[in-house]
Nanobody
Framework: QVQLVESGGGSVQAGGSLRLSCVVS????????MGWFRQAPGKEREDVAH????????YYADSVKGRFTISRDRAKNTLYLQMDSLKPEDTAMYYC??????????????WGQGIQVTVSS
């Protein structure tokens, strides 16, 4: 019913910027958590940044703190990740994720398909 679709990835040189977007379509849930994960080949998926929609609190991984900014546009059902001062180490597949409560108060995580970000030196 719900789909999360990432866009805005691609290849950039070190020091460049990209803005990832995650558009939620289909059935629009009231998510309490929305975030971005990334995974490089041979590595575990890691939490890059996330926010809680209720109070706006944000989290950033130490490796991206000060360079990445997470935000959302509620009216557009879109989550963003502004990535500045990109480094080759940021190269990974980036995934959008969002958590919601079902009718039984179980937490459900919805995932996007992922989008590639490649940063060259």
């Amino acid at each position: 019913q719900v789909q999360l679709v990432e866009s805005g990835g691609g290849s950039v040189q070190a020091g460049g910027s990209l803005r990832l977007s995650c558009v939620v379509s289909g059935y629009i849930y009231s998510y309490y958590y929305m975030g971005w994960f990334r995974q490089a080949p041979g590595k575990e998926r890691e939490d890059v940044a996330h926010l809680f929609t209720g109070d706006g609190n944000t989290y950033y991984a130490d490796s991206v703190k000060g360079r990445f900014t997470i935000s959302r546009d509620r009216a557009k059902n879109t989550l963003y990740l502004q990535m500045d001062s990109l480094k080759p180490e940021d190269t990974a597949m980036y995934y959008c994720a969002a958590d919601r409560w079902d009718s039984g108060l179980a937490s459900i995580r919805d995932w996007g398909q992922g989008i590639q970000v490649t940063v060259s030196s």
